[in-house]
């Protein structure tokens, strides 16, 4: 019988099931039946959106690049043509074993150009050396390779950095002492590597952009080539200050005494477009007005013009009578124009009934004393009577004492009679008081010997200088005037921060003299922006000319030296005009000994200098403390610590550095005290002198003490009842009473005090600045300091 085999499930072949990814267009939307496939706010936009960001990336890299590039042009464009403007390169050694001539002469090898018209002496002086920074395109400082930087240099370096450098240019150049000459000649090139090295590291400590230091030795070519190409082909540094500034580095001076003297100055206008109408400051002269400015041939040897028939050259811009700046720089105060306050009707009445009541008194005989009236029982006399206490003088008697005393006055039983007692003398009376003081606070006045003993050994005992750590405005009341009249012009305030102060309360005449700003930062962004979009009598940078300025006195020809810088720099409109002015200053970390308010100090401040005592007070960001713009004042410069230097100055607008300088024996090496930059222009800032009166805690009973050694009469404990009190360990309270005749009084605190804490008070009075005047350097010809050159 046949038998049909069968194969078994398990073992049936499965084929593999149809791809999606195969399926057509009308499968696949079938399948889905509708739904929509979502996709996340968070994953990347189409290819579409990721080709037009890809896009826009391209033009904003594109715009950027266009825009350096255009800004590599307005940087250079006054160098380039054959007219174009020299670079100026301030040349400045910072040992004294070093000749600026050296390295020009070096500079000059690689280009193969003589020059031997390059002075031996010239900048030896350091005002002038500040000023040579301010007009150049580029510094270079020489170092040497065997002799370390002096105080000088480092004075000199400290200064330029406070200043603000523009770009800087290091190079190593032989020594001419002749301690190095063999050291330096005996140097191979693998020693002078290390050399480079550590210089280079020194000078980025002033100047952190320094990538390399060029050595310009004579077998060194390479390396002047390298130090010419970087002057020649860079693009100069831009000096934040000078932004927004035209100046001129005087190429020929000329004076005439006709019109009140006119100074002509000839050179190449740099910087922004110079403006006829604008007020122009030559350093340590002064401001003064243009006349007008005329157009003369340019004296580059690529040109080959020079300077005659100067005056026969077009008139490039004349000074206009209505726009041109004044020099008026403070207002003239009327003094008769005071305001005067009459009484108001009510204080006239006032008056009236209180003559009228002093009229209806009659006048007490002299020599006489009115005698006090005591009820007391019949037949008492008057040695018992003053024996007898009135119930109206017995504090401390209850209330229920007090009634069984009344209705045994009124009983009839006991015949009374009013009693004429005589007034006790002065002398009783402080006996007498003092005897009730002693019954209430248990208090024993000391005599003045042992007062004065006890005093002496408080002042002077050790913790009083620990004390002075936590409480710099601590002092002493005096002992031999009152307080009330030697702190007579403090007040108390309950909260420095939300006190309320007017910023125009009792000022003096200064304020009347200088000039105030509604808005000083919407005055500078107007002024700024006129400037840009002014067409009329402006002359473009790159031109060069002649500027005529009157009223010159003749001392500025008599003291010009062609060796020294001559820069006259161009002020915005208003910067004439005296106001107070605030900037933010540091105290310079070399600098060791104290720096008090109101020293006399230079500031050195963009292209001027003044002489000025400077008063300094707390910095705080975003303005005052309170709506009061109230900020204390600081009697030292702390070193670390950040404050605020006030004086009455010229308006300034912009970030401008500033540098306080004290003058020494050597005039050509004063201290660097203080650096920092212009602040802003503000004649309502506060300034809040603190003084705070300390008193020792004698006696303390729980929330109540008695305090000695802060007043010495009771008067001034009346006079200055209503200033709040705190003390050392931040209780508050106020003065209950006065004990005693040595200035004793009683006071309570809102808690417990300690007999170990301090009593204080603190008093404020407004402080005003100084006013500052322009520095006039002294002469001096006796320094040997190693010169600096200006070279175009």
């Given at each position: 019988m046949s038998q049909q085999h069968h194969h078994r499930s398990s073992l049936k072949q499965q084929n593999k099931p149809f791809k999606s990814r195969h399926s057509t267009k009308s499968a696949v939307k079938d399948r889905a039946k509708g739904r929509v496939q979502r996709t996340s706010l968070k994953s990347n936009p189409v290819n579409a959106a990721i080709a037009q960001t890809r896009l826009n990336r391209r033009n904003t890299a594109k715009q950027v690049q266009l825009r350096k590039r255009q800004a590599l042009i307005a940087a250079t464009r006054i160098f380039n043509g054959v007219d174009g403007a020299p670079r100026i390169v301030a040349v400045i050694p910072l040992c004294s074993d070093l000749?600026?001539?050296?390295?020009?002469?070096?500079?000059?090898?690689?280009?193969?150009?003589?020059?031997?018209t390059c002075p031996d002496t010239g900048l030896w002086r350091l005002k002038y050396a500040l000023d040579a920074c301010k007009a150049a395109d580029y510094v270079v400082f020489t170092l040497s390779a065997v002799q370390e930087v002096d105080k000088w240099g480092d004075l000199l370096l400290r200064c330029l950095q406070a200043q603000g450098l523009p770009e800087v240019v290091t190079v190593v150049t032989?020594?001419?002492?002749?301690?190095?000459?063999?050291?330096?000649?005996?140097?191979?090139?693998?020693?002078?590597?290390?050399?480079?090295k550590s210089l280079l590291s020194f000078i980025r400590y002033f100047v952190p952009t320094q990538s390399r230091v060029y050595d310009l030795e004579e077998t060194r070519s390479a390396d002047a080539t390298s130090a010419l190409r970087s002057l020649c082909e860079g693009k100069p540094h831009e000096v934040q200050w000078r932004q927004g500034r035209s100046w001129i580095l005087a190429e020929d001076l000329q004076w005439d005494n006709t019109d009140s003297g006119t100074l002509k100055v000839s050179g190449i206008v740099r910087g922004t477009?110079?403006?006829?109408?604008?007020?122009?400051?030559?350093?340590?002269?002064?401001?003064?007005?243009?006349?007008?400015?005329?157009?003369?041939?340019?004296?580059?040897?690529?040109?080959?013009?020079?300077?005659?028939?100067?005056?026969?050259?077009?008139?490039?811009?004349?000074?206009?009578?209505?726009?041109?700046?004044?020099?008026?720089?403070v207002n003239d105060p009327d003094t008769l124009a005071n305001e005067q306050t009459w009484p108001t009707d009510e204080e006239m009445n006032g008056v009236r009934d209180k003559e009228m009541t002093d009229g209806a008194l009659p006048d007490a005989k002299?020599?006489?004393?009115?005698?006090?009236?005591?009820?007391?029982?019949?037949?008492?006399?008057?040695?018992?009577?003053?024996?007898?206490?009135?119930?109206?003088?017995?504090?401390?008697?209850?209330?229920?004492?007090?009634?069984?005393?009344?209705?045994?006055?009124?009983?009839?039983?006991?015949?009374?009679?009013?009693?004429?007692?005589?007034a006790p003398s002065i002398h009783d009376a402080t006996e007498m008081d003092e005897s009730e003081m002693k019954n209430n606070v248990h208090f024993d006045d000391l005599d003045a010997e042992e007062e004065e003993k006890q005093l002496k050994d408080w002042r002077t005992r050790e913790r009083e200088a620990a004390d002075e750590m936590l409480f710099p405005d601590e002092i002493d009341t005096p002992e031999n005037v009152t307080a009330r009249q030697r702190f007579q012009r403090y007040r108390g305030l309950r909260s420095f921060r939300t006190s309320p102060w007017d910023p125009y309360e009792n000022l003096p005449v200064d304020y009347a003299k200088i000039f105030q700003f509604e808005d000083y930062h919407r005055t500078e962004r107007v002024i700024r922006r006129k400037a840009e979009e002014e067409a009329e009598n402006i002359v473009d940078p790159g031109t060069h000319v002649t500027v005529y300025l009157k009223n010159v006195p003749e001392d500025v020809i008599k003291t010009y030296n062609p060796n020294h810088p001559f820069i006259i720099f161009a002020l915005f409109q208003h910067e004439h005009k005296m106001s107070v002015i605030n900037f933010t200053v540091q105290r310079n970390t070399e600098y060791t000994l104290p720096v008090k308010s109101k020293d006399p100090m230079v500031l050195?401040?963009?292209?001027?200098?003044?002489?000025?005592?400077?008063?300094?007070?707390?910095?705080?960001?975003?303005?005052?403390?309170?709506?009061?713009?109230?900020?204390?004042?600081?009697?030292?410069?702390?070193?670390g610590v950040t404050c605020v230097a006030t004086t009455f100055a010229p308006v300034i607008f912009g970030k401008q550095p500033c540098m306080l300088l004290k003058e020494t024996a050597d005039v050509q090496e004063p201290d660097l005290v203080a650096m920092g930059s212009f602040l802003n222009t503000d004649t309502t800032r506060i300034i809040a002198k603190r003084i705070v009166l300390t008193g020792h805690p004698f006696k303390?009973?729980?929330?109540?003490?008695?305090?000695?050694?802060?007043?010495?009469?009771?008067?001034?404990?009346?006079?200055?009842?209503?200033?709040?009190?705190?003390?050392?360990?931040?209780?508050?309270?106020?003065?209950?009473?006065?004990?005693?005749?040595?200035?004793?009084?009683?006071?309570?605190?809102?808690?417990?005090?300690?007999?170990?804490?301090?009593?204080?008070m603190s008093l404020y009075k407004r402080v005003y600045p100084k006013w500052a005047t322009l520095f006039k350097p002294l002469e001096d010809n006796t320094s040997t300091r190693k010169e600096a050159v200006m070279e175009e």
């Open positions: 000749f600026s001539r050296d390295a020009v002469e070096a500079l000059g090898r690689a280009l193969d150009v003589d020059t031997g032989p020594s001419h002492s002749e301690d190095t000459a063999q050291i330096q000649a005996s140097l191979d090139r693998k020693a002078r590597g290390p050399i480079l477009p110079l403006s006829v109408n604008r007020l122009v400051h030559i350093p340590n002269y002064g401001d003064f007005q243009q006349s007008k400015i005329l157009s003369i041939p340019n004296t580059n040897k690529k040109s080959g013009g020079g300077s005659e028939g100067m005056e026969l050259e077009p008139v490039l811009a004349a000074s206009a009578t209505d726009d041109a700046d004044s020099l008026i720089s002299v020599g006489t004393t009115p005698k006090a009236v005591k009820r007391v029982p019949k037949g008492t006399s008057q040695y018992q009577a003053a024996w007898i206490i009135d119930d109206e003088d017995d504090e401390e008697g209850d209330e229920n004492e007090q009634d069984e005393e009344e209705q045994s006055r009124n009983d009839p039983g006991e015949e009374m009679e009013d009693l004429e007692m005589d050195c401040v963009g292209p001027r200098r003044f002489r000025t005592n400077p008063i300094y007070s707390q910095h705080t960001r975003g303005g005052g403390k309170g709506a009061n713009n109230v900020h204390k004042f600081e009697r030292f410069l702390q070193p303390v009973h729980k929330k109540t003490a008695t305090v000695r050694y802060m007043f010495f009469n009771p008067d001034d404990i009346s006079y200055f009842a209503p200033v709040q009190l705190h003390t050392k360990h931040g209780r508050s309270g106020h003065i209950r009473e006065s004990l005693g005749t040595h200035g004793y009084f009683k006071a309570h605190f809102d808690g417990p005090v300690n007999q170990m804490d301090t009593i204080c």
